[in-house]
């Protein structure tokens, strides 16, 4: 009990008021893969007094170091992504209509019927779908096909929208008891904590953040920027999906639920992209047990992180990931606890103040 | 050579669990190797040889990690659901035997599926004869390969995983034989392979070679109906790729390893794989690019528990490396 | 401006699959060897054609990737005499029946795509279109002497001679990607007779089609500044006729997507508008499907621009391009180089 109160008594890990409104910024921020500008700024300016070195590289990553103090400091690099998931506009038709592009991975079901906002200066536009009335009970059984939606941004929008334009989902941040709704909490979660993390960084360790682009459209960002940081080992701070919902025959037990919600922070034994290196898998989970924070390890199987291409940068880093369980991402609506949340910041600076030199001094075994 | 082929057939050690199977080739390599050295990956890398003004730095590069599975969830029954790792096929799985690596052992049972339906993994759990969850003695994230004895047929040698421990194996005796070489050779026993060829990329990376030779198998076109028609066969010789799918060798590595092999009397064919990738893209494409090459063996039923290679080609294999290895590598 | 299609139709003399530019390579540097100081062949076999800048030393690098390997197909069996293929790089099997092609044996022989009667085939595909593993190729020789002169491995590439269309069109195999590398000519050309600051690296790329290779090869080891990647993009043309496709014959496509650093296309497009080249922002949602894939995410990461010239039936043996398309290409590429200074990186940062 008595490290919880220690815990408590540290700034920087507890979720208050200034740490929702920043969430609450970056989610409701527009920030498509390859136009991660609103996102970028929000974190330059969060971070500029805090950093010890800070610059923008030739693909928009945000590379940021703070140093620790003390002799032979392991140079850790977290990794946090920008960029969501949405849209390109790529024609306009006659009609005053756009047709879009989906970017990244949207299930193409969740589209109809959504309200958007477009372009820099957010114009409100739908994504309309035909009267019910006009449809068959056939067609109703069919996916609406991408190219067939189209978003309608009244009929005087004139110049203001243009093929190359990006899109998102209109979803406003909202607070609902334990519950955050909001779109792109994959993953401005993990933005938000590297953020405090810079504010509040354990002295032990030089840490070395980037706030990395294009992660949806295949993990680009961060493949240069762990090139350029080199760094001892990775950490890639995520949200993956909390697929926790009841099997329709009441019979049948969920066995794909990937995470939980309100079960803490997902730790990655294995996704499609990494297979986590194990003495960092051991080091999360003794500081998880040491400070009694609740943990869960994230089910092997698919999905990827940005732990995914550095791993594999120049003679390997050894990586691992953690996220924030959340539901119905890469949709409309994302839904997550703030305790889940709460919690992942609170393992990251305890496994973080535990890293010691003798951590990956040995060979990779498992 | 059967009896180190058979040792590292058998030893466990799926994709990014290599450490027991690095242990065993280790030992093997302890004195052949001028120095021995482990990467951030895992990767084993011996090196044997200093590079002489006809010389270059040559990377050999076979995979000891083999396909397996991880549990993804313990039922109340202690019953395993599971993810691939690797290139797993259903069809191979049903009443298969596993063994994990803290030496539990399993059996693969299915639900039962409309019949004519090919089972999909999440039809499949593993049973290791536990009666509820708290007595199940591994949990979700454990790993375990497929469990086969090494069976010796003669001329034909049947095992689990002879992708790629065979190539470990001949890689090890290349290691034994070499006498003499003007290149400083580094003998990567990479990690990660069936996952992406993961080990190969760091390894390469770190070795920064002028040159390499991935050694793998490659499917063989003999068997009844094969398709599409490959002319690969057992006990034609060692294979000198010419393509997989992912990567295309260097024209100018084939030509030498065809005028070597020509040369010394020793048999081979040539390979154009379809279907299947292997560490020679690593290779070649690392930092400024490198010549890279493979030398295959052909193998029937890749990714089931029963692989079966010749030994004959598994023997000329490790004489056309030993040639190849032991004088300049010339190309034009 | 009979150069450029005699340029174009030597370079279409040679094969040059992926993996085995060498005969297109040797073609290229004979073409760049008046224009450039010093030429080189990296590791894996692309072509570096380096022509020193006029700035003061240490100069900035401007990379310039057209890739030269070509689409085609290698040998994977031979029964009876007939030769069984698989592909290199994307080749729609539909194109395929009676297409006139060279398999590269011992020697050069011509022969011809074969699609086999619907009875000597399987039920499922007697009727549809025939898949790659089902044709044959026949090179009109008895088999013993087939198996003298061609073997597994061996490549095939398509035969087509290059037509001259009207209106300054040109048809052919293999236009994906030589045009690029014809206007990448044109622009060192241009560049004899003009300053620039900056060095400028002409790589001719190798293994676009199948592995991206000579992207991420050549410029770890060239590590320009900047890169421009120049390919061939769709144009409109039967079945091909949405927002990915631009009008054919009257402009260069202009890259825009995540793989594009945006300062970068900004400048060509200022570029172009100031010269009258007509172009069109050619839309890359994610992907740019050229070398600047790989080129973006080598070592530190490299700003890229992608320029495109329309092209029609991509892959096919006919594909289809206007000339005019090549030279403002290489007009355009010349005059973003000529003025490239010492405030251009400067100008290529995020904070729009």
Same mark, same amino acid.
């Given at each position: ?52 070195? $800070? ?50 991975? $949207? ?21 309309? +779908? ?53 779109? +792109? ?31 949806? @459209? ?90 995914? @291409?550095?791993?594999?940068?120049? +003679? ?51 | ?5 058979? #040792? ?9 669990? %290599? ?15 001028? %120095? ?232 081979? #064919? ?13 290779? #070649? ?48 | =401006? ?8 030597? =370079? ?103 699609? &086999? ?24 020789? &008895? ?18 001679? &290059? ?123 994610? =992907?740019?499907?050229?070398?600047? =894939? ?8 490299? &700003? ?49």
């Amino acid at each position: 009990m008595t490290k919880n109160s220690e815990l408590t008594a540290n700034k920087g890990f507890d979720i208050g008021e200034q740490q929702i409104e920043l969430l609450e910024k970056l989610c409701n921020a527009t920030a498509v893969s390859g136009d991660e500008h609103e996102v970028r700024q929000i974190v330059l300016a969060e971070i500029k007094s805090f950093a010890d070195e $800070i610059e923008v590289d030739a693909l928009g990553n945000v590379l940021a170091k703070r140093f620790g103090s003390g002799e032979n400091r392991v140079r850790v690099m977290l990794a946090a992504h920008m960029d969501e998931i949405g849209f390109m506009i790529v024609k306009k038709h006659d009609d005053n209509l756009f047709q879009f592009e989906r970017v990244g991975g $949207i299930d193409e079901r969740q589209l109809p019927g959504k309200a958007v906002l477009v372009g820099r200066d957010h114009l409100a536009g739908v994504i309309g +779908a035909k009267p019910i009335h006009m449809t068959t009970a056939d067609e109703r059984m069919k996916k609406i096909p991408v190219d067939a939606l189209r978003i309608d941004l009244g009929p005087e929008i004139g110049d203001k929208v243009k093929p190359g334009d990006r899109a998102t989902f209109a979803t406003r941040f909202k607070l609902h008891g334990p519950s955050i709704l909001a779109k +792109a909490l994959d993953d401005r979660f993990g933005v938000s904590m590297l953020i405090e993390l810079l504010k509040h960084p354990p002295a032990n360790i030089d840490l070395l953040t980037a706030f990395t682009v294009q992660e949806e @459209v295949g993990l680009r960002g961060a493949r240069v920027a762990a090139y350029k940081f080199n760094p001892d080992m990775a950490i890639a701070v995520d949200s993956t999906p909390a697929y926790d919902l009841p099997h329709w025959d009441e019979e049948d037990e969920n066995v794909q639920y990937n995470t939980h919600l309100d079960a803490g922070p997902a730790i990655y034994v294995m996704d499609r992209a990494t297979i986590a290196d194990r003495r960092l898998v051991n080091l999360f989970t003794r500081a998880a047990e040491a400070e009694g924070i609740p943990y869960q390890y994230r089910q092997p199987g698919g999905g990827g992180t940005d732990a995914g @291409v550095i791993h594999k940068t120049r +003679a390997g880093i050894p990586s691992i990931s953690v996220s924030v369980p959340s539901r119905y991402a890469h949709s409309a609506i994302g839904l997550a606890r703030i305790e889940d949340w709460e919690n992942t910041l609170r393992l990251l600076h305890a496994a973080l103040s535990r890293v010691t030199p003798d951590l990956l001094a040995g060979e990779r075994r498992g | 050579m059967k009896s180190i082929i058979k #040792q590292l057939v058998e030893t466990p050690g799926p994709s990014g669990f %290599e450490h027991e199977i690095r242990d065993v080739i280790r030992d093997a390599v302890a004195d052949s190797a001028d %120095e021995v050295r482990v990467d951030a990956l895992g990767s084993l890398i011996a090196r044997k040889g200093t590079k002489t003004e006809e010389g270059l730095r040559v990377m050999i590069s076979a995979h000891i990690d083999e396909i397996g599975l991880m549990v993804t969830h313990v039922d109340e029954n202690g019953f395993l659901r599971f993810t691939n790792i690797g290139g797993i096929n259903p069809l191979t799985c049903y009443g298969g035997r596993v063994l994990f690596m803290d030496g539990t052992r399993g059996v693969i049972g299915m639900d039962s599926i409309e019949r004519g339906k090919t089972p999909k993994l999440t039809d499949l759990f593993i049973d290791v004869g536990a009666t509820d969850k708290d007595n199940c003695p591994v949990g979700v994230g454990d790993v375990c390969g497929f469990e086969r004895p090494f069976l010796d047929l003669g001329k034909r040698m049947v095992a689990k995983s002879m992708d790629d421990r065979i190539a470990a194996a001949i890689a090890i005796e290349v290691l034994k034989r070499l006498e003499s070489t003007p290149h400083e050779i580094h003998f990567v026993f990479s990690t990660q392979e069936e996952v992406g060829l993961r080990g190969a990329t760091t390894a390469a990376y770190g070795v920064d070679p002028d040159l390499g030779f991935a050694i793998d198998v490659t499917r063989s076109g003999d068997t009844p109906r094969f398709s599409p028609k490959m002319a690969t066969a057992l006990g034609d010789g060692p294979a000198i790729k010419v393509r997989d799918s992912s990567f295309i060798a260097d024209p100018r590595l084939v030509k030498w390893m065809i005028k070597t092999a020509e040369e010394s009397g020793i048999p081979y #064919q040539l390979e154009v794989l379809e279907a299947g990738g292997t560490d020679g893209r690593a290779i #070649q494409l690392t930092r400024g690019g490198a010549p890279a090459g493979c030398v295959s063996i052909a193998c029937r039923y890749i990714h089931s528990p029963s692989e079966m290679v010749d030994s004959d080609d598994v023997e000329n294999a490790v004489e056309l490396l030993v040639k190849l290895l032991s004088e300049p590598i010339i190309l034009d | =401006m009979n150069d450029l299609v005699d340029l174009l139709k030597k =370079m279409l003399t040679a094969p040059g699959l992926s993996g085995f530019e060498s005969p297109i390579r040797e073609i290229i540097r004979e073409a760049w060897q008046p224009l450039t100081d010093e030429l080189s062949v990296s590791k894996i076999g692309s072509l570096h054609g380096f022509k020193e800048g006029q700035g003061v030393s240490p100069r900035k690098r401007v990379l310039i990737s057209a890739h030269m390997d070509a689409i085609g197909m290698m040998v994977t069996h031979i029964q009876d005499g007939f030769i069984r293929i698989t592909e290199i790089g994307g080749i729609d099997h539909r194109i395929l029946p009676g297409q006139p092609v060279v398999v590269h044996g011992r020697e050069d022989l011509p022969g011809v795509v074969v699609q &086999p009667p619907g009875f000597l085939l399987p039920d499922s595909v007697s009727d549809g279109p025939v898949e790659m593993k089902y044709l044959l190729v026949d090179v009109g020789l &008895p088999p013993e002497e087939v198996l003298e002169k061609v073997r597994i491995g061996d490549t095939v590439s398509y035969a087509q001679e &290059p037509l001259e269309l009207t209106g300054e069109a040109l048809a052919g195999h293999t236009l994906d990607n030589r045009v690029s590398v014809a206007a990448t000519t044109l622009c060192l050309e241009a560049l004899q007779n003009r300053n620039h600051n900056w060095d400028v690296w002409a790589v001719a790329s190798a293994q676009e089609e199948e592995t991206l290779g000579g992207a991420l090869t050549s410029p770890f080891e060239i590590r320009p500044d900047i890169a421009i990647v120049i390919d061939v993009c769709f144009a409109k043309g039967p079945g091909s006729s949405d927002w990915q496709s631009l009008p054919f014959g009257e402009g260069v496509g202009l890259g825009y997507g995540p793989n594009i650093h945006p300062a970068l296309f900004d400048a060509f497009e200022k570029k172009a508008k100031a010269l009258e080249i007509p172009y069109h922002r050619d839309l890359m949602p994610k =992907m740019s499907g050229t070398d600047a =894939m790989a080129v973006q995410i080598v070592a530190e990461g490299i &700003p890229c621009a992608v320029l495109g010239i329309p092209l029609r039936y991509m892959h096919t043996p006919v594909e289809t391009v206007s000339l005019k398309d090549i030279r403002r290409a290489g007009r355009l590429m010349a005059a973003f180089i000529a003025d490239l200074d010492d405030t251009t990186l400067d100008k290529i940062n995020w904070e729009e």
